[in-house]
């Protein structure tokens, strides 16, 4: 019973780190022909027109207008 129980619980955890673990990089091309590679996928806000994403290089959130992007597509990991 306790082996049942340690194996499904073992299932679980490896289950839930392979779903968490899908988060696939971005990469944001703005208008100035730059390329940023974002960590996950970026977050419009509709409100304030800026585009909150994580830089893959730097791990920090940054923002950019959303004017100034020209696409936003996702990345063959």
């Not at 619980?9 to 780190?17: D, G, H, K, Q, R």
């Not at 509709?46 to 830089?55: E, R």
Request: aromatic letters at 2%.
């Amino acid at each position: 019973m306790q082996n049942k129980i340690l194996l499904a619980s073992i299932f679980a955890a490896a289950t839930l780190m392979t779903v968490a673990g899908c988060s696939s990089n971005q990469a944001v091309k703005t208008s100035d022909g730059k390329t940023i590679v974002t960590d996950g996928k970026p977050q419009v806000d509709d409100d304030t027109g800026l585009v909150s994403y994580k830089n893959a290089e730097t791990g920090k959130t940054e923002q950019i207008n959303r004017d100034q992007v020209k696409s936003m597509g996702e990345l063959d990991n």
